[in-house]
């Protein structure tokens, strides 16, 4: 019931959830023929000094290197800087940015941020530049563990489909079960990064701040 890459090859965890990130722009600050449909968009004159980025968006830099290539990922990046983006700690802060007019739009929110703003009535929408990058979270048993046969209960219940739609139902967390209830005009391709990706992640931050001047 979960995609490949959301299974360990070794078989010590599956990744039940993604934080997904996505573009997120304030509908009454953008105008409608300007809005926003992927990545090269927020490259426009238009977004010039009005788009953000979170200032530590190294996991969201390097896994666009594997979706992109490296190169392409780095071009990317020196195009954006040069459009004098403004860098928000915390992807809330971000999120909330958007919403406030603070800035127009956002590279890299998180999915469920925006439906929450959006359920309160913010001017906010979220498109997804497909396939996206996720922070995943994976259920497992620890080495040692005092209760090893409650953990895997536990497990068994959280790969579940109940226990996948009551997360979220609860946290709004994106499932990668397959037939989990996540509504239709939630579903979005993603590719959840291995630990290869999550490894390359110190080094690439290091570009990351040369290319936008964070040093």
């Keep these: 019931n979960y ?6 090859t070794k078989g010590f965890y599956v990744v039940v959830e993604a934080v997904v990130h996505v573009i997120s ?3 009454q600050l953008v105008p409608q023929a300007e809005a926003p449909k992927n990545l090269q968009d927020l490259l426009k004159p238009i977004f010039k000094g009005r788009v953000g980025l979170e200032k530590e968006a190294y996991s969201w830099f390097t896994q666009r290197m594997k979706l992109w290539t490296r ?14 983006p403004r860098f928000i700690k915390g992807h809330t802060l971000l999120a909330d940015a958007v919403v406030s007019g603070e ?18 009535g913010a001017p906010v929408k979220w498109v997804a ?5 996720a922070e995943p979270t994976g ?3 620890a080495k040692g563990a005092p209760h090893p046969n409650a953990a895997k209960l536990y497990c068994d219940w959280m790969l579940s489909k109940e226990g996948q739609d ?17 509504p239709p ?6 590719i959840v990064p291995s630990t290869d990706t999550i490894a390359e992640i110190p080094e690439n931050a290091k570009v990351f701040k040369e290319i936008f001047g964070l040093i």
């Design 3 to 8: 995609p490949p890459d959301a299974i360990d």
């Design 129 to 133: 530049d497909e396939p996206t990058a």
């Design 166 to 182: 009551i997360s979220f139902q609860t946290l709004k967390r994106y499932s990668l079960r397959k037939d989990a209830a996540v």
């Design 185 to 190: 005009e939630l579903r979005v391709s993603v």
């Design 139 to 141: 259920a497992g048993v």
């Design 25 to 27: 722009y304030n509908t």
């Design 103 to 120: 800035i127009w739009a956002a590279v890299n929110v998180y999915q469920h941020r925006v439906e929450e703003q959006k359920a309160r």
């Design 71 to 84: 190169e392409r990922a780095i071009e990317y990046a020196r195009k954006l800087a040069a459009q004098e």
